[in-house]
Nanobody, 117 residues
Framework: QVQLAESGGGLVQAGGSLRLSCEDS????????VGWFRQAPGKEREFVAA????????YYSDSVKGRFTISRDNAKKTVYLQMNSLKREDTAVYYC??????????WGQGTQVTVSS
C-alpha cells in the first residue's frame, strides 16, 4: 500500500516560490515513479510533473517547464515540487500520485496553492 500526504501549499504573491512535499509514510513509493497533478476550480485535473523511481528522469507540462522542478529523496520517502515564478494561473489544489504495475492508483488529499496578484 502507498499512503501519500502532500504539504507545503499556501498563499503566495505572483512571482514568488513555494516548495511542495509528498511523503509516503509506508516508504513503498520509492520503487515507483511519482507524479504531481493539479486541479483548479471548475477545471479538470491536469498533469504537472513526474519523476522516475531513481530520479534520473523528469517530465513537465509545457505550462510549468522552466519554472517548476520535481525531485525526490528516497531516504526521506519524499518527493518535492519546487515552484518558482508563480503565476495566478498556477492557483489550484496540487496532488501527488503513484500508479503501480499491479493497477494501484494512489492519491494524496491535496494541498492548496493560491497565487495572488
Amino acid at each position: 500500500q502507498v499512503q501519500l500526504a502532500e504539504s507545503g501549499g499556501g498563499l503566495v504573491q505572483a512571482g514568488g516560490s513555494l516548495r511542495l512535499s509528498c511523503e509516503d509514510s509506508t516508504g513503498t513509493f520509492t520503487a515507483y515513479a511519482v507524479g504531481w497533478f493539479r486541479q483548479a476550480p471548475g477545471k479538470e485535473r491536469e498533469f504537472v510533473a513526474a519523476i522516475t523511481w531513481s530520479g534520473d528522469n523528469t517530465y513537465y507540462s509545457d505550462s510549468v517547464k522552466g519554472r517548476f522542478t520535481i525531485s525526490r529523496d528516497n531516504a526521506k520517502k519524499t518527493v518535492y515540487l519546487q515552484m518558482n515564478s508563480l503565476k495566478r494561473e498556477d492557483t489550484a489544489v496540487y496532488y501527488c500520485n503513484v500508479k503501480t504495475p499491479g493497477g494501484g492508483d494512489y492519491w494524496g488529499q491535496g494541498t492548496q496553492v493560491t497565487v495572488s496578484s
